[in-house]
């Protein structure tokens, strides 16, 4: 099976643009959607991008996903950083069972 | 409004089990996938076990296959998680999610804590 692999944290100033990266191990990042959960301390993940670069309902454009299929990477972009967006932020694809198969997950810092 | 509740978490000798429940309401549970997430203290998420909405597929983590099984009964709403032969490393929160279509998890359950220890 394969893993995706996101860095340990990211910090960024208010204002500013962060990128989390999570890179598929194996097989291309294009075989299967990646979709992006935000989690604040205490709360249960909730959705900012499904589908590689497609934002639910209700979370600001602020929020964009892509897809690069050289790096067979997958990438989640915030811009116009604001305190409350600090959280840890998980990728999540599925194999071709669909088991769910999450990044470990980036620590976002907002100073 | 969509909503999923859990319940049945709590602390648990090694060796033992337990039966987690997951409610669901504001939507048409028997029409969807539903997953089971855990994540371990201070760690990231992993996916336990996935339903399809008859009950008729289901697929598990390595890591709990052969003691761990999802069922569903879609007259009461209500998905479970029966977990045996546990040890501290099923320590964790366990939360139920939608699966939409793409696998996609929306929305999760406030999720319920198993301790498993001695």
């Known amino acids: 099976n394969f893993m995706l692999t996101q860095p340990h944290s990211v910090s960024q100033s208010p204002g500013k643009t962060v990128t989390i990266s999570c890179t598929r191990s194996s097989g291309s990042i294009g075989s299967n959607y990646v979709h992006w959960y935000r989690q604040r301390p205490g709360s249960a993940p909730a959705a900012v991008i499904y589908?590689?670069?497609?934002?639910p309902s209700g979370v600001p454009d602020r929020f964009s996903g892509s897809i690069d299929t050289p790096s067979n990477s997958a990438s989640l972009t915030i811009s116009g950083l604001k305190t409350e967006d600090e959280a840890d932020y998980f990728c999540?694809?599925?194999?071709?069972?669909?088991?769910?198969?999450f990044g470990a997950g980036t620590k976002l810092t907002v100073l | 409004e969509v909503q999923l509740m859990e319940s049945g978490g709590g602390l648990v000798q090694p060796g033992g089990s337990l039966r987690l429940s997951c409610v669901a309401s504001?939507?048409?549970?028997?029409?969807?996938?539903m997953y089971w997430v855990r994540q371990g203290p201070g760690k990231g998420l992993v996916g336990v076990a996935r339903i399809n909405s008859d009950g008729s597929n289901k697929v598990y983590a390595d890591s709990v296959k052969g003691r761990f099984a999802v069922s569903r009964d879609n007259a009461k709403d209500t998905l479970y998680l029966q977990m045996d032969s546990l040890t501290a490393e099923d320590t964790a929160v366990y939360f139920c999610a939608r699966g939409l279509v793409s696998n996609y998890l929306d929305p999760w359950g406030q999720g319920t804590l198993v301790t498993v220890s001695s």
């Open positions: 504001g939507f048409s549970f028997s029409r969807n996938i």
């Open positions: 589908d590689d670069d497609r934002r």
């Open positions: 999540q694809s599925y194999d071709d069972t669909n088991r769910a198969i």
